[in-house]
């Protein structure tokens, strides 16, 4: 007789969190970098050939891990940060809080922080939200006034959600999802472990060998 199998729960693709002015200003230098260094490239005379490769060496990772590569990635079992020149994996037992003031940050249960360079915090974004919703939350309590107290209640709670769903700012509302998975995720058993920390070194390696080339080129 055979045992019945324990029902597995359904597992579901990440969430991709990042930074669209990041990509699209990336993209922009990228063809600017390779259009320049190409052309000094083929038709420069001399050393400056070599002074192209090399600045292209160092230059193009740089560009790419500043505004291509940060991204952060979310699941009921962890949340994976990848930055310029390292990838932090925390586990959600591990985070203590997500918050977004003048950046956003994830903080682990020993205090330290982890920043989320996918997911900048615009100031101009933020005061236009709450401008957005002071005047919302006005217009509310004037018409509530008139109302009865059970339709006032209705009004406000379909407001408030309407609210947090639209009339945050972009940073916030990620930052809301984010600690939302973290609070309903933690305590899984696939969610438990230490937070690692793993290195770009396919980023630096080649940044590093580039600047280096570049200053000895300078100095001969």
Known sequence: MTTPEQPTE????????????????????????????????????????WLALASLLFVVPLVIAFTLRPAVYANADRLRIRNPFRTITLPWSSVSTVRARFSCEA??????????WAVPVSLRQRKRANRRQARSGGGLSGRSASASASASASVATA???????????????????????????????SAQGEPTVRWAYEVMGPALAGLIVLIVLLLT
Not at 107 to 116: R, V
Not at 175 to 189: G, H, Y
């Open 10 to 49: 359904p597992t579901y693709a990440d969430r991709v969190f990042r930074s669209a002015g990041g990509i699209v200003g990336g993209g922009l230098l990228l063809v600017i970098t390779l259009w320049l260094g190409g052309d000094a490239l083929f038709r420069g005379t001399g050393r400056t050939p």
């Open 107 to 116: 903080l682990t249960e020993d205090g330290t922080k982890y920043q989320l």
């Open 159 to 189: 407001h408030a959600n309407a609210a947090d769903q639209f009339g945050m700012a972009q940073a916030d509302r990620t930052v809301a999802e984010l600690r939302e998975l973290s609070e309903r995720s933690a305590s899984r058993p």
